[in-house]
């Protein structure tokens, strides 16, 4: 008796947690996860074309290399705040500042272990200097750097160095906020 | 006496918590600024990677001095090795003496030497342990160059060339900038943005 007393509550502890699973992957799009990382290269006018355009919804650009320590570090919080804006609309892309021979090797390898699922994109430009004085010519183009935008383009938000993720997130929110009214 | 050891055990911890966070706070983009090109270089002294202090004094050329922060590990860094050896080499004779300084704490004296030694760096590597020179001059990427005249005076700072890939360089602000004090001339272009990798302080 006392046996089946106790069975009831962790039988009930199965069936949600076997109900909550499949919740929590339709969530995190785990089929998009599974699809190989394509990282696309972006040149000066491209990059351009990015930050300036009009948009509908607030836009958070994140600069990496694979080479660079504090990147790596930050990334498993970038792909969670990835994971909690995008279904508010916040348009999210990394852009990797590895050489244009890692394209289709460590960056993608890196990302794909990271299961980041933002477009991302390598700047192939021959000299970064202009890219990085058109992100922010106060940026001296050290790494990681992480940009904010807000629906009409004005840069909101900028960080060099590892993300603070709870203050992303405040300045994230302050933006999206403001587009959902 | 159990309550006041844990007291005492516990206000040590958030001590070594709050050191510990500052260490990480301090490298997360608090570097002083780099000086402003023309303003005078004071002078320091550093070991080298047999340990032997060395002053810039006693370092600088005639005609001025490099100071080039490179990195053992940094792939960015490396690209450089054989451009930074050929500075090296075709300046000596014009009185412009490259020194390099490796600033990475998880770069030791010894690992530094065994780099030189294996990409064939004949220049003098100083060991920047604590980081000292990297805020003194607000380093904060490898490799990253910081030109200064006979006089003491920054006459460039930033990167060597446009370009990680050799077969890519368009410009060569370093040696531009090089060439124009050996010729007598002021440097044209004294600031282009370095790229690399971020130098890790301690």
Redesign the interface.
Known sequence: MRFSKAIIPIALCIILLSLAVPAQRRKGRTATTLKPIVVAPINLDALKGLITQQREHPLLINFW?T????CREEFPDLVKIDKDYRPRALEFVTIS?D???DIKTSVPKFLGSMKATMPAYLLDV????PA??LVDPRW????PATFLYNDKGEMVYK????V?PEELRAEIDKVIKKVEK | MKTRNLSILLALLFVVAGVVFAASARAEGEIPAPPAIGATIGDFTLPDVDNKEQSLKSLAGKNGTVLLFISVQCPVSNAYNERMEKLAQDFKAKGINVIGINSNVAEDAAAAKAHAAEHKLTFTILKDAGNKIADKLGATVTPEAYFIDASNKLVYHGRIDNARNAAEVQSQELRNAMDAVVAGKAVEKTEAKAFGCSIKRA
């Open positions: 290399a080479y660079c320590d504090p500042l050489d244009v021979t021959s000299d970064p200097e990085i004085d001296q183009g050290s790494l960080h060099i160095g590892r603070k």
